[in-house]
């Protein structure tokens, strides 16, 4: 969505996967505009807002997520905006359409920011971050979230730390005004984008156990407790297959898997859903951003002792032109040896490191064959000795 | 008739379900629940 935003993908009809019409095609009934507003189990009936009371013999929630706003007085201005769904790019589009859009704030400095950061300013438009910490995305060492704010004040897009919002108002210069501790800043508009959290209103509505994360509870086979009912996507919990513990990670890639494998069981085959890694990527400007597994504090929390090195090489051979330096930052476990997680920042080669180490993850793989994993080697792409091998080799000798 | 399948959310999780399920079976009657103006858009 922020690369429609930002006009890089142009057509409306680009970012639909299956529109309503395609589904009727297929005999699914497909009702838009209309919201679940409660599950009556005792008859097995889902109640809608327009009054209709559904039956079902089962049932599946997507219910998705709900962004997190700052809770000031001002923020259901015309002109704030969270972007979660795609009516609210679409919204967003067609408000930098209808005013003279000169400036624009976003609060908050996760990835969301980060692309929107690149979309606004890609408009053209003078662009500020807000941001309550010191440092963006903190999924990543501070090392590379430094390396992430270079590329946001190279690219002209300001950033602000240790903002305390306080409100939102009309603004003078501009439509509205956002005022910090720091005083008066104004924009034309404003970008709430500090986080969601999984909308499970339906699901504890119903009596469904949640997790710890505050997201449905579900098998391998996407059922919840309830017999009959299914959770899938953003509101449901996934399986890490690092910390072995249950998570929420609300991606949309997770929630297509988790889709098919519910609708496998739903149509009368079995298939579980074998969880995840917690690979992650994102673009800001010239700068590849990507992670995988889990990081020191959620290593140790999941009862790891975990230890870390970060090394900065090449993304592709040093001897060739158009190289450029590549952050690669690998977590094991002291006791096994084994690789716990990466982080991987750099104007290019960066996701490809984290996909690979993603894979590595997902098999169980120790530093010593991380070290010596067979990689396509070629100078347009890499060294003879790949950031991977060095970064493992590092860090096994640390251990 | 097959089963009545009601699935509450038409994102990424909620359509793949409807899509997945009606390759399955057709016989099944699918019902895609979703509070805004659109279904399955790609982040």
Request: a neutral charge; charged letters at 25%.
């Given at each position: 969505?922020?690369?429609?935003?930002?006009?890089?993908i142009?057509?409306?009809?680009r970012?639909?996967?299956?529109?309503?019409?395609?589904?009727?095609?297929?005999?699914?009934?497909?009702?838009?505009?209309?919201?679940?507003?409660?599950?009556?189990e005792?008859?097995?009936?889902?109640?809608?807002?327009?009054?209709?009371?559904?039956?079902?013999d089962?049932?599946v929630?997507?219910?998705?997520?709900?962004?997190?706003?700052?809770?000031?007085?001002?923020?259901?201005?015309?002109?704030?905006?969270?972007l979660?769904?795609?009516?609210?790019?679409?919204?967003?589009?067609?408000?930098l359409?209808?005013?003279?859009?000169?400036?624009?704030?976003?609060i908050?400095?996760?990835?969301?920011?980060?692309?929107?950061?690149?979309?606004?300013?890609?408009?053209?438009?003078?662009?500020?971050?807000?941001?309550?910490?010191?440092?963006?995305?903190?999924?990543?060492?501070?090392?590379?979230?430094?390396?992430?704010?270079e590329?946001?004040?190279?690219?002209?897009?300001?950033?602000?730390?240790?903002?305390?919002?306080?409100?939102?108002?009309?603004?003078?210069?501009?439509?509205?005004?956002l005022?910090?501790?720091?005083?008066?800043?104004?924009?034309?508009?404003?970008?709430?984008?500090?986080?969601?959290?999984?909308?499970?209103?339906?699901?504890?509505?119903?009596?469904?156990?949640?997790?710890?994360s505050?997201?449905?509870?579900?098998?391998?086979?996407?059922?919840?407790?309830?017999?009959?009912?299914?959770?899938?996507?953003?509101?449901?919990?996934?399986?890490?297959?690092?910390?072995?513990?249950?998570?929420?990670?609300?991606?949309?890639?997770?929630?297509?898997?988790?889709?098919r494998?519910?609708?496998?069981?739903?149509?009368?085959?079995?298939?579980?859903?074998?969880?995840?890694?917690?690979?992650?990527?994102?673009?800001?400007?010239?700068?590849?951003?990507?992670?995988?597994?889990?990081?020191?504090r959620?290593?140790?929390?999941?009862?790891?002792?975990?230890?870390?090195?970060?090394?900065?090489?090449?993304?592709?051979?040093?001897?060739m032109?158009?190289?450029?330096?590549?952050?690669?930052?690998?977590?094991?476990?002291?006791?096994?040896?084994?690789?716990l997680?990466?982080?991987?920042?750099?104007?290019?080669?960066?996701?490809?490191?984290?996909?690979?180490?993603?894979?590595?993850?997902?098999?169980?793989?120790?530093?010593d064959?991380?070290?010596?994993?067979?990689?396509?080697?070629?100078?347009?792409?890499?060294?003879?000795?790949?950031?991977?091998?060095?970064?493992a080799?590092?860090?096994?000798?640390?251990? | 008739?097959?089963?009545?399948?009601?699935?509450?959310?038409?994102?990424?999780?909620?359509?793949?379900?409807?899509?997945?399920?009606?390759?399955?079976d057709?016989?099944?009657?699918?019902?895609?629940?979703?509070?805004?103006?659109?279904?399955?858009?790609?982040?």
């Amino acid at each position: 969505m922020p690369y429609y935003i930002g006009d890089v993908i142009q057509e409306e009809k680009r970012l639909i996967a299956r529109t309503p019409e395609k589904f009727r095609e297929t005999g699914v009934d497909v009702r838009i505009d209309t919201r679940a507003e409660e599950v009556d189990e005792a008859a097995r009936e889902v109640l809608l807002s327009d009054g209709t009371r559904l039956p079902y013999d089962i049932l599946v929630l997507g219910t998705g997520t709900t962004p997190l706003m700052p809770g000031i007085p001002g923020e259901e201005r015309e002109g704030v905006f969270a972007l979660r769904q795609y009516t609210d790019a679409l919204r967003i589009k067609s408000w930098l359409k209808q005013v003279p859009c000169r400036k624009a704030i976003i609060i908050g400095a996760g990835f969301i920011g980060m692309e929107m950061s690149e979309a606004l300013r890609g408009r053209g438009i003078e662009t500020v971050v807000h941001h309550r910490g010191t440092l963006p995305v903190s999924r990543w060492d501070p090392e590379f979230s430094k390396v992430v704010v270079e590329e946001l004040q190279k690219k002209g897009v300001s950033f602000v730390t240790g903002s305390e919002l306080r409100s939102v108002e009309e603004g003078i210069e501009h439509k509205l005004r956002l005022v910090t501790n720091h005083g008066p800043d104004e924009a034309d508009l404003i970008l709430m984008a500090v986080g969601v959290r999984p909308n499970a209103v339906l699901g504890k509505q119903m009596g469904l156990p949640l997790g710890k994360s505050g997201a449905i509870r579900v098998s391998f086979s996407q059922q919840t407790e309830r017999e009959g009912v299914y959770a899938v996507g953003d509101c449901a919990e996934t399986f890490h297959r690092v910390s072995r513990r249950w998570v929420n990670v609300p991606l949309g890639d997770i929630a297509n898997k988790q889709g098919r494998i519910a609708g496998v069981n739903i149509g009368g085959g079995a298939m579980t859903f074998p969880g995840i890694v917690g690979a992650q990527s994102f673009k800001v400007f010239d700068l590849e951003v990507a992670a995988t597994g889990l990081g020191e504090r959620e290593a140790a929390e999941a009862g790891f002792d975990p230890a870390s090195t970060l090394i900065w090489g090449n993304a592709i051979a040093g001897s060739m032109p158009g190289n450029s330096p590549l952050g690669l930052k690998l977590i094991a476990d002291r006791a096994t040896g084994k690789l716990l997680g990466a982080q991987a920042v750099g104007k290019a080669g960066a996701v490809s490191r984290i996909n690979t180490l993603s894979a590595a993850l997902w098999a169980g793989l120790s530093l010593d064959d991380a070290g010596w994993l067979d990689l396509a080697y070629a100078p347009p792409f890499s060294g003879s000795w790949d950031p991977i091998h060095t970064a493992a080799q590092t860090l096994k000798r640390k251990l | 008739m097959g089963k009545q399948v009601v699935i509450i959310g038409a994102g990424a999780g909620g359509a793949s379900v409807a899509a997945e399920a009606r390759r399955r079976d057709p016989s099944l009657a699918i019902a895609l629940i979703e509070q805004r103006g659109q279904v399955s858009v790609a982040a």
